[in-house]
């Protein structure tokens, strides 16, 4: 008896929490309804529509994206991609890819340990990017209209 009782007030105690969180941010009771109604139709998952990022086409992905290649292909990179495009390389954050834009150009990949951020551990990391990292094919473009 003692521990049935003791797991129905651990039920109580849950529901309460979720119902105080979600009066907090002001979740009414019909959008839970809502959302039991809409799963039980087979519409698929609620939780998932608001977090899952579109998928692209895989067709498309792989003509706009070229994975990279070598070391001379990550140099066109540093020295041509924009912040988004440095931004995918394993390492390297909004912050790290405004420094290597700032040291432009760059010659060779150890000209990067001279990059504020970057020391030799990162610098692995970003040659880690090689035969492995996507990128928009775009980049390499920019470099072909350049010469």
């Known amino acids: 008896m003692r521990t049935a009782l003791s797991v129905s007030l651990r039920r109580l105690r849950s529901l309460l929490v979720v119902g105080l969180i979600a009066a ?7 959008v839970f309804a809502k959302a039991k ?20 086409e895989p067709e498309a992905e792989a003509a706009d994206t070229v994975v990279i290649a070598d070391e001379a292909a990550l140099l066109t990179v540093l020295n041509q991609g924009d912040v988004k495009v440095l931004q995918l390389l394993p390492g390297v954050g909004k912050t790290i890819a405004g420094a290597i834009i700032a040291a432009r150009p760059i010659a060779a990949l150890d000209d990067l340990l001279k990059v504020e951020g970057i020391a030799a551990k990162r610098l692995e990391k970003i040659k880690s990017a090689i ?13 072909a209209a350049d010469k």
């Open 24 to 30: 907090l941010c002001g979740v009414t009771p019909d």
């Open 131 to 143: 035969g492995k990292t996507k990128v928009p094919a775009a980049v390499f473009a920019k470099e």
């Open 37 to 56: 109604a809409k799963k039980a139709e087979g519409d698929g998952e609620v939780a998932k529509e608001r977090t899952e990022k579109p998928k692209a």
